[in-house]
């Protein structure tokens, strides 16, 4: 989203690493058959931000709470939104040892009509056009330096690995600091 550029230096964009993880799998099975959504983690002075973005195209979206009716469908996107930012929260919350919140935000990007009878508790909606003035307005909870160390995790591969997977990362089959030309040869 270009408009993001408008925010400033203090503002980072990290690219959503849904795919990577294997408890995301299935969901991203599930997803396949649905519409295609892309999302990004917002980090900046207003705190973090999990950003699901939704393609409406021209259609009319007509929301009321929770719910969300597209086309005289409705699916999940506010659950969805919310389960993708406690995830993340879960996962940086992990690598940095301390708690990190992460607002969900549903993002609409099309050039469609948006009625919103009643927005949905602890989840922001925006179309694509105003979300930088979302972000910006959401106040300042935290410095442009937690900001961008926050960032430097998130972009990290091995923040998002399960434990499992970061056991497995760190095994070593030599002790620290040998090599396998180190390996002493077997008395006969």
């Not at 009319?60 to 929770?66: S, W």
């Amino acid at each position: 989203m270009h408009r993001l550029d408008h925010l400033g230096p203090a503002w980072h964009v990290v690219d959503w690493p849904r795919v990577d993880l294997p408890e995301f799998r299935a969901l991203e099975l599930d997803r396949r058959s649905q519409d295609e959504r892309a999302g990004f983690l917002a980090i900046g002075p207003s705190g973090l931000f999990a950003v699901t973005i939704v393609d409406q195209g021209r259609a009319r979206v007509l929301m009321a709470g929770d719910v969300v009716q597209i086309d005289g469908r409705r699916p999940a996107y506010v659950a969805e939104a919310r389960r993708d930012a406690k995830r993340a929260s879960r996962v940086l919350s992990a690598a940095v040892g301390l708690a990190v919140p992460v607002v969900p935000v549903l993002t609409f990007v099309g050039s469609g009509l948006l009625s919103i009878q009643g927005l949905p508790k602890e989840c922001l909606v925006a179309t694509h056009r105003d979300l930088d003035q979302l972000l910006v307005a959401c106040g300042a909870r935290i410095s442009a330096e937690t900001a961008e160390k926050l960032s430097r995790v998130a972009r990290q591969p091995a923040t998002w690995m399960t434990a499992s997977d970061r056991s497995a990362a760190n095994y070593r089959w030599y002790e620290q600091g040998r090599t396998a030309a180190d390996k002493r040869a077997r008395q006969r």
